[in-house]
């Protein structure tokens, strides 16, 4: 061997990895407060633009879909537009369609790329987001009422699930599509954990599968829902349908807790669990066409090999049907 290789050879245990000058356990949530902070800072330069009559540039809710556009696999696509289902219902314009663009078609598209006026299958959609300037009772309201349409026009849950390159697999119904309220700050004079309870009281009133999964306000909160002990977030999947689920609140700490880093966990664990089923989607928005075929079997397309003769005339007209 010493005739052929060159005994001046590396030492292959000197190859270790070698410690990263910063901290990566901790970059995606320090990645989602150095996110958090742009949100709320050009949000509150648009809001100051608003307050001086300025013309104003994008709203906070084309700041915040900009935003999670970057931070999310792209396989998410992050549009805004109308959920319809195949009853021909809508919930309206939602401000954050989370879209599989991959599987799924717009039903019906905008007049232009940055038009809102897409239509798009609710099946194909992994959640919604309603976003706010601030948080007040209305606007809590309001965004709380567009989420609840959104999830009651879910079809019936299905129990299978179509996965990638493997066909149906009979795994159970899905969770239900994600839904969060985000607000860019608290409105003036308003208490966050009033509103937390205002929250929770509409929440109480609804069917599991329209439960709002979390509310989010920028540099002031986070809640959602758990179970256990030690606490675990709920997605409200068939698993948890017999639990109690409890109300969880997340108070800001400037540098350390992020409701924005907190909603961004919870939206991308939800989102791997998610396999949406793309099968008849064409059909299901559709229209019945009219067709037409011969009754003759002479017309039929046989297979490669068959001794199939024609018994009752030709296909030229002289003695086929007429």
């Known amino acids: 061997m010493t005739s052929v290789w060159n005994p001046e050879l590396p030492d292959p245990s000197d190859w270790q990895p070698k410690s990263s000058p910063e901290v990566l356990k901790s970059a995606f949530r320090d990645r989602c407060l150095g996110v958090e902070r742009l949100i709320r800072l ?5 809001r100051e633009f608003n307050l001086h009559n300025f013309d104003s540039g994008p709203g906070v809710e084309d700041i915040f879909r900009e935003e999670l556009g970057r931070l999310l696999p792209e396989r998410y696509s992050i549009k805004s537009g109308v959920v319809s289902n195949r009853d021909g219902l809508n919930a309206g314009d939602c401000d954050v369609v989370i879209f599989n663009h991959l599987w799924f078609p717009s039903i019906k598209a905008g007049a232009t790329a940055a038009s809102r006026r897409f239509h798009y299958p609710v099946e194909g959609v992994y959640g919604v987001l309603e976003v706010k300037q601030s948080l007040t009772a209305a606007s809590l309201d309001a965004a709380m009422e567009k989420l609840v349409t959104v999830a009651r026009l879910c079809p019936t849950p299905s ?16 969770p239900p599509m994600f839904t969060a309220v985000v607000c860019a700050r608290l409105g003036e004079g308003q208490s966050l954990r009033e509103l937390v309870d205002r929250f929770i009281a509409i929440n109480g009133q609804l069917k599991r599968r329209e439960v709002v999964n979390a509310l989010c306000v920028l540099g002031e909160g986070f809640a959602s829902w758990v179970y256990a002990d030690p606490p675990r977030t709920a997605f409200f999947g068939p698993e948890e349908s017999n639990m109690h689920l409890r109300p969880l609140l997340v108070e800001a700490d400037e540098g350390i807790v992020s409701p924005f880093y907190e909603l961004a966990s919870m ?56």
């Open 42 to 46: 050009r949000a509150e330069l648009e």
């Open 267 to 322: 939206l991308l664990e939800q989102l791997t669990g998610q396999v949406l089923p793309a099968g008849g989607i064409a059909v299901q928005y559709g229209a019945p066409q009219a067709f037409r075929r011969p009754e003759e079997d002479i017309w039929d397309l046989h297979p490669d090999g068959c001794d199939c003769h024609l018994e009752t005339g030709s296909a030229d007209g002289e003695s086929g049907p007429g």
């Open 159 to 174: 129990g299978q699930l179509l996965v990638e390159n493997r066909g149906a697999i009979e795994l159970g119904p899905t």
